[in-house]
């Protein structure tokens, strides 16, 4: 189970300020592509799952993860959801993207996984993505990621933190963000469901 603190900065303008202030506790910047399957009948979404490719472009070399992901849920800027996750050979997950079938062959625990449980027979289908960059930050004794968003129809801007102590670490962020005059709000949906509503969260 990944337990995350999800809060939305509203604009640009905003995402540019944080950056800045947590710029001194900067540790790298990831751009992400991120592209998302489901079987072809419906398998996985008729179960609230769905199988994800993540490319990380920039890192050295390129590497690639695939990510069973199911069952979220996200209350009052926390969000809880089931998740298995594998790095596969980063060719392989490019030729995937070009052709979702060639998922069916790939030889991972992950993908097997998607394909038993789940009762995927006819294969996977793509159902498209966007792009992400994350900037990472060591602060507080947490690991802060502050997300741009980049949909087809608009950008997103985002703090995350993985913890087990989601609403101690959450009473941090939103102090930080308030002695700095931060708008913010927590966020209700995840990416992916913003992606699949082809809308930007209000």
Not at 12 to 41: E, I, W
Not at 57 to 72: D, G, M, R, T, Y
Request: include cysteine; glycine fraction near 6%.
């Amino acid at each position: 189970m990944e337990v995350e603190v999800k809060l939305r900065l509203p604009d640009s303008a905003t995402h540019r300020k944080v950056l800045s202030l947590l710029s001194p506790f900067h540790t790298k910047t990831h751009h992400q592509r991120n592209s998302f399957y489901d079987g072809a009948a419906g398998e996985l979404s008729s179960r609230r799952a769905v199988l994800r490719l993540r490319f990380y472009e920039n890192s050295q070399p390129s590497k690639c993860f695939i990510c069973l992901k199911a069952k979220a849920v996200i209350v009052d800027g926390v969000s809880r959801v089931e998740e298995d996750e594998e790095e596969v050979d980063f060719e392989v997950g490019l030729q995937c993207l070009e052709d979702a079938t060639k998922l069916v062959d790939v030889d991972s625990r992950v993908a097997r996984r998607a394909r038993e449980e789940f009762g995927v027979k006819a294969g996977f289908v793509g159902l498209g993505g966007f792009r992400n960059v994350r900037n990472v930050y060591e602060w507080n004794g947490v690991k802060l990621e502050v997300d741009e968003t980049v949909y087809d129809f608009g950008t997103c801007y985002e703090i995350e933190c993985e913890s087990s102590e989601p609403e101690k670490v959450k009473g941090m962020i939103e102090e930080f963000l308030k002695e700095n005059e931060i708008e913010y709000s927590y966020s209700q949906v995840s990416k992916f469901a913003t992606f699949r509503s082809g809308k930007l969260p209000q």
